[in-house]
């Protein structure tokens, strides 16, 4: 599966062995484990060891990630390199500021690089850092990026909206991925729809998650719809090339593209 793909991206922490046996029989998209802030700091090098051999083993065609401690902690450098040697398809990087965090971790890892946008420097840097080498995607860290805009807690993410639309133009101007926040209260599924519906109308390709139980919401709100998808088969059969008129609108070689990423999207997730 491609990345920009991806429904559902599922944290979960490298040192619960069994959240990770359990994440094979998960309907998630991506599985990522957590050697940042899920790990205790005594935890970390027998996390590190779990979730290499958890890469190894394979996620059954989900896609398998790590994040990793940023640069400055005792235990980045170890991290890059079992990461290199490791069957990760990607890193996840937290608390980037600069291009040149996410050039120094690929020229390491040799594995391409998804940047946490967790900080106003970060909104402000994401540009840069979207284009940087080995760069393939986005996240927003929005409980970090609250903290630093003061926002207070309990409010919406109407003082956020800036700053995710903006994320999102850095990765479209870049051709990356880009995925919305994680949402934290486990008990309001109600809420979370919808806060991954307004997340797919800023566009964003999916969403992270911290729980099993919201990955059906994730996948139900970023998957593609069944009437669109037979829709959009239906124009990729009529078209015949430049501008004509299809079902009383007119329609160009840019709705026969959006069908076909449409359709791709749809076949990538098994539907």
Not at 85 to 107: F, M, N
Not at 141 to 168: F, K, T, W
Not at 259 to 267: C, G, N, P, T
Request: glycine fraction near 12%.
């Amino acid at each position: 599966m491609l990345l920009r793909h991806a429904r559902s991206l599922l944290f979960l922490p490298a040192s619960n062995a069994r959240a990770i046996a359990k994440a094979r029989t998960l309907p998630c998209d991506m599985v990522i484990l957590d050697l940042e802030d899920a790990v205790a700091d005594d935890a970390k090098e027998e996390a590190r060891a779990g979730a290499i051999a958890a890469l190894g083993e394979g996620f059954g065609g989900r896609i398998g990630a790590v994040r990793i401690n940023v640069a400055g902690t005792p235990w980045h450098g170890a991290e890059m390199v079992a990461v290199k040697a490791s069957a990760a398809d990607y890193v996840v990087l937290p608390k980037v500021e600069a291009g040149r965090q996410v050039k120094d971790v690929y020229s390491v890892c040799g594995k391409p690089v998804i940047a946490m946008i967790e900080s106003a420097r970060g909104v402000l840097a994401a540009v840069e850092i979207a284009a940087a080498e080995g760069c393939a995607g986005l996240f927003m860290g929005n409980n970090d990026l609250r903290r630093d805009l003061g926002i207070p807690a309990g409010v919406g993410r109407e003082g956020l909206s800036h700053a995710m639309q903006a994320v999102v133009l850095a990765a479209r101007a870049a051709g990356i991925a880009v995925f919305d926040g994680v949402y934290n209260r486990l008990d309001d599924l109600g809420a979370l729809e919808a806060e991954c519906v307004a997340g797919h109308a800023l566009g964003f390709d999916g969403k992270t998650l911290i729980h099993p139980s919201q990955v059906p919401v994730a996948n139900q709100v970023f998957g593609p719809d069944a009437q669109a998808v037979a829709d959009a088969r239906r124009l990729i059969e009529a078209a015949t090339g430049g501008a004509e008129r299809y079902e009383g609108r007119m329609i160009e070689a840019m709705h026969v593209g959006e069908a076909r990423a449409l359709v791709a999207r749809a076949e990538a997730v098994g539907q």
